[in-house]
């Protein structure tokens, strides 16, 4: 296949991108988009500081300008992010206790019912575990309202789309040794083994020399598919250039592909010039749209498997 999506498509997976709905009128962006890929993220428009700016008020125009164009073109999306502790609207990152739960709670139930039927998987909720080496969860607003509130949000979700899949999201959940993986690992399998509705885990899976692709990271989206879900890598970019971020591409690709639960993946943006790192040239096409090293491995990867 000569297309990332159609690529991708040959073992069932999909192949998807982040997108901006200030860059619709961009007729190079938008003819990138709609030649190489077939799911569509919203980069920032369906999160909750967007989508319900006052309480109780909702705001689906720039998101469904993205939603729009990608059912047009015949593309599936995946919702972000429906509960998070961050880019939350001003009115709810003062709240606490029972009235911000119940807020949380209609935030979901509003959003997934607008979007229901249209949405192929929900980040349900998004960065919930803490940094370093607790395993435990993030401090947040979100949390002070009891440690049940991940699940009260999936169970909401549930209620309002049941035909969407329901995920959980992280990043540096991709390196097996590290607590914040192995702390979303026990919440899962205990979720799974309660009857709480996870069908999947997105790893976000933004590196940099900083954050490396680990060399167990096959082995974690292995692990977490053995718990019963899909696993998806949802955010992807890898900062670098020529043949070593071409092999770390390949390398990413490849342990999808060889994980049979692994659905999907999506780089967070088009162009190096579009993303939210762009000084690091971290996606697969360069500021002129055209196609780099690293988009090679990655067409030439999903065309081996
Ligand atoms: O649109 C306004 C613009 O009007 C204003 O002039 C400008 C000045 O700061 O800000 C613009 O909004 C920015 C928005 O991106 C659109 O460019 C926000 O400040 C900025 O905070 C926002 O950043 C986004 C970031 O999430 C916020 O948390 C990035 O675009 C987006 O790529 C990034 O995505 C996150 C995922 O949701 C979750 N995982 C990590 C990932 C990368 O940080």
Known sequence: ATTLGAAAQQSGRYFGTAVAAGRLGDSTYVG???????????????KMDATEPNQGQFSYGNADRIVNQARNQGKRIR?????????QPG???????????????????????????KIYAWDVVNEAFADGSSGGRRDSNLQRTGNDWIEA?????????????????DYNTDDWSHAKTQGVYRMVQDFKSRGVPIDCVGFQSHFNAQSPVPSNYQTTLQNFAN??????????????SGSAQASNYDR?????????RCTGITVWGIRDTDSWRAS??????????????????VLNALNAG
């Open 32 to 46: 990138i988009l709609n030649r190489e890929f077939d799911m569509v993220t919203a980069e920032n428009e369906m």
């Open 79 to 87: 919702g972000h992010a429906l509960a998070w502790h961050s880019q």
């Open 91 to 117: 009115w709810m990152q003062n709240m606490s206790g029972t009235a911000l739960r119940n807020a949380m709670l209609n935030h979901v139930t509003q959003v997934a019912t607008y979007y229901r039927g």
């Open 153 to 169: 949000a999936f169970r909401a979700a549930r209620a309002a789309d049941p035909g969407a899949k329901l995920c959980y999201n």
């Open 227 to 240: 718990l019963g879900v899909d696993v998806q890598i949802t955010e992807l970019d890898i900062e670098g």
């Open 252 to 260: 990413v690709t490849r342990a999808c592909l060889a994980v049979t």
């Open 280 to 297: 690091g040239t971290p996606l697969l096409f360069d500021g002129n749209g055209n196609k780099k090293a690293a988009y090679t491995s």
